[in-house]
């Protein structure tokens, strides 16, 4: 069977919670069209998204130390780690068929972010794998960017959810897997330290 993101329950509780920080759709009304994306564009192909062009968000740094006060996130099961606040809490949700969701969330300072696994034989993120897992169809600010060590090619956007408003993603493909990372837009001060933690560890 193959997996598409689940709802975002447990982000949407956290956007609940902080409601003034964030635009849920009950206040914007409708999305809006300008933000609506051409349906032929697809997300280059890791192969070929090594290189830096202008305009594009370059390669994540990765400090030799993670910022003071973190703890380490790691699993096993897919290979790779990285760094939060010890305020954060992290639950894992076995999809089946060889997905998982890891939530991370901190209802004291209303943070949070999904990481969706999934099985994924494809070189590229298709079009239509984009709007499965993204209904609104809405994505811009696309950038392509390099993850973890070793550097990864990755491609950042910001989309829009009928539960959190709008967002920021990363998504990737390491593996044999489709990595699909969520957030908040507006929180790139507390996401990219995360972000720039992240290392393969198999």
């Known amino acids: 069977m193959e997996h598409a993101k689940s709802p975002l329950f447990s982000l949407a509780v956290i956007a609940l919670f902080g409601m003034a920080g964030f635009y849920l759709l009950s206040a914007r009304g409708e999305t809006p069209r300008s933000l609506l994306a051409n349906p032929n564009w697809v997300l280059p192909t890791v192969a070929t998204t090594t290189r830096s062009t202008p305009g594009v968000a370059g390669t994540i740094s990765n400090p030799d130390e993670p910022p003071e006060g973190y703890v380490k996130y790691e699993n ?42 999934v099985p994924y034989g494809e070189t590229i993120i298709t079009e239509e794998r984009f709007k ?8 811009y600010n696309i950038e392509e960017t390099q993850l973890g060590k070793p ?14 408003g709008e967002t920021r993603e990363l998504w990737f493909i390491y593996k044999g897997h489709l990595y699909e990372i969520t957030t908040f837009n507006g929180f790139g001060d507390w996401f990219a330290p995360i972000m720039q933690t992240w290392r393969f560890v198999n």
């Open 76 to 117: 096993e099961r897919y290979g790779f780690s990285y760094y939060h606040s010890p305020q954060s809490s992290i639950t894992e949700y076995d999809e089946g068929g060889g997905a998982m969701t890891v939530v991370q969330e901190n209802l004291e300072k209303v943070r949070g972010l999904q990481i969706f696994i």
């Open 132 to 139: 499965k897992d993204i209904p609104s169809g809405v994505r």
């Open 151 to 164: 550097g990864i090619s990755a491609v950042t956007f910001n989309s829009y959810d009928q539960l959190l």
